[in-house]
């Protein structure tokens, strides 16, 4: 029902459908063929991405760019991994901790949804 979600609706199908026009062309572009387009396309999603404001769709993002960059660890020299784990860990919890104190709680309808988590 539209009027459950207070209007709002279409930007959250909007959102999505620009992130998986630019995760599909991520991956594209990262195993296989590399086209000039590409990468005016990209970054048309991602400033499409960002003036959508749909926090879900930062967070799916975020989680992306974790999981296909993943390999970036393995290539740092081992006397070095442990302090750029540890360095990423800490900016990850700060990031957390921002996220949920000036985002989520400055938002009601999203305040609701996380302390229905929580």
């Known amino acids: 029902n539209y009027w ?3 209007g709002l609706t279409h930007k959250n199908f909007y959102a999505i459908t620009i992130l998986v026009s630019y995760i ?4 594209s572009r990262k195993y296989d063929a590399k086209h000039q387009i590409d990468s005016f396309v990209l970054w048309l999603d991602l400033f499409l991405l960002l003036i959508s404001n749909t926090r879900t769709v930062y ?3 975020v989680v992306f760019w974790i999981i296909i960059n993943r390999n970036f660890i393995n ?3 081992k006397e070095h991994r442990l ?36």
């Open 83 to 118: 302090v750029v784990t540890a360095t990423i860990i800490v900016i990850s919890l700060l990031a957390l901790t921002f996220f949920f104190k000036h985002i989520t709680n400055n938002s009601e309808s999203y305040s609701h949804r996380v302390l229905g988590v929580v």
């Open 4 to 6: 459950d979600y207070g």
């Open 24 to 27: 599909l062309l991520y991956v």
């Open 59 to 61: 967070i799916i993002l």
């Open 75 to 77: 290539n740092i020299k």
